[in-house]
């Protein structure tokens, strides 16, 4: 069938007044340019991408995320002053990776209205505000704006503080219950 296709073409284009050896460089470009055309346009274009990273363990997470403590109990008659009451130390765990050399904790949560270095109390006592301390004994405000470095050991971190009571209103605090709500966050090297 492409014979005769051929012959016929020649046919048309000697009529022409075109040479053969010319006729036969056009029909051999055009098949060439045919046979290129069809394979470039025809298959999909492709693309090799490398992709590299790495996996490490150097991340950190709080033992557990939310939990509660409790302080003893304290007659209303006791908060004369400002000094702190009940006072209890605790300690959270971080675990880390292996990668992990310092994490940096921060405290926060609300104010109270009157001591702004204490956390507010949303239960139903009046007058009294929860303190909280560093392992040295430093105020831990609720601002956020004291970090507390922990170097992990053995891939868990100790974060060690005191919490206490502490009247807001010294000899005008009522009974009821006591809640403070703290937030801690912790950035890692």
Not at 78 to 98: Q, T, V
Not at 161 to 171: E, H, M, Q, R, S
Request: proline letters at 2%; a neutral charge; one cysteine or more.
């Amino acid at each position: 069938m492409m014979k005769e296709g051929y012959a016929f073409l020649l046919k048309e284009q000697s009529k022409a007044g075109l040479s053969f050896g010319y006729t036969m460089l056009l029909y051999i470009c055009l098949i060439i340019v045919c046979f290129f055309s069809k394979k470039s346009f025809s298959e999909n274009p492709v693309s090799v991408l490398t992709i590299s990273g790495r996996v490490i363990s150097k991340t950190c997470a709080f033992e557990n995320e939310s939990q509660i403590f409790y302080l003893s109990d304290v007659n209303t008659n006791a908060f004369k002053d400002s000094r702190l009451y009940s006072k209890k130390e605790y300690s959270i765990n971080i675990n880390c990776g292996s990668g992990v050399s310092a994490v940096k904790v921060v405290v926060n949560g609300s104010e109270d209205s009157l001591d702004k270095d204490a956390f507010a109390n949303t239960g139903q006592s009046t007058g009294v505000a929860l303190r909280l301390l560093d392992a040295n004994g430093g105020i831990l405000a609720p601002d956020g704006s004291k970090e507390i470095l922990i170097t992990p050991q053995n891939l868990v971190g100790k974060f060690t503080f005191a919490a206490a009571y502490i009247a807001t209103a010294p000899g005008r605090v009522t009974a009821g219950t006591f809640e403070s709500l703290v937030t801690l966050s912790f950035s890692y090297d």
